[in-house]
Every structure is written in C-alpha cells, then in structure tokens.
C-alpha cells in the first residue's frame, strides 16, 4: 500500500513557476513509478509526466515539454513536478499517482492522491 499527498498548487500568473510535491508513505516507494496527472473543468484526466523507480528515466506530454521537469527523492519519499512559464491552459487539478512500470495511461495507476489545484492566470 502507498499514500499519496500533493501539495504546492495555488494561483500564479502566467509566465510563473510553481513547484508541487507529491509525498508518500507505505513500503517500497521507491519500487514505484510515479506520475503526475492533471484534470481540467469538463475534461478527462491527462498524462502529464512520469519517472521510473531510479529517477533515471522520464517522459513528459507535448504540451509541457520544455516546461516542466519532474523528479524524485527517494531518501525523502517525494517527488516533483517543477512547472515554469506556466500558461492558462495548464490551470487544473493536478494529481500524482504510482504503480510498477510506465503508463500514460491514468487508468493504469494503482494509488492516487487526493490532488492539488493549479490556477494560471492570463
């Protein structure tokens, strides 16, 4: 079993920068790929990033390559979504949530935060 809380989402405007954390606990998290979702009003859930249990391999969406970096600390549980030139279209609900392997696909997460809401401002 893991647990999973995001924190760090709050208004920014566009061109800003925020950090979110996602912090766990339960056994063997650092067995686990993590990634982070988002859900905007009216939308499905979208794959924004993932890293692999080492840190040592990611993948990002499209629309945020270049924009956001995500990493891990394993000795502290945690992982990051770093988001520069943030746009009004990255505004939603972001999520991280873990499972064996690699997936963009939100359905194949097995544990999920509770998420954490990032407003973009224009």
Request: a neutral charge.
């Amino acid at each position: 079993q893991v647990q999973l809380v995001e924190s760090g989402g709050r208004l920014v405007q566009a061109g800003g920068s925020l950090r979110l954390s996602c912090a766990a606990s339960g056994r063997s998290f650092s067995s686990y790929v993590v990634g982070w979702f988002r859900q905007a009003p009216g939308k499905e859930r979208e794959f924004v990033a993932y890293i692999n249990w080492s840190g040592g391999s990611t993948d990002y969406a499209d629309s945020v390559k270049g924009r956001f970096t995500i990493s891990r600390d394993n000795a502290k549980n945690t992982v990051y979504l770093e988001m520069n030139s943030l746009k009004p279209e990255d505004t939603a609900v972001y999520y991280c949530a873990a499972r064996f392997g690699g997936s963009y696909d939100p359905y194949d997460y097995d544990y999920w935060g509770q998420g954490t809401q990032v407003t973009v401002s224009s």
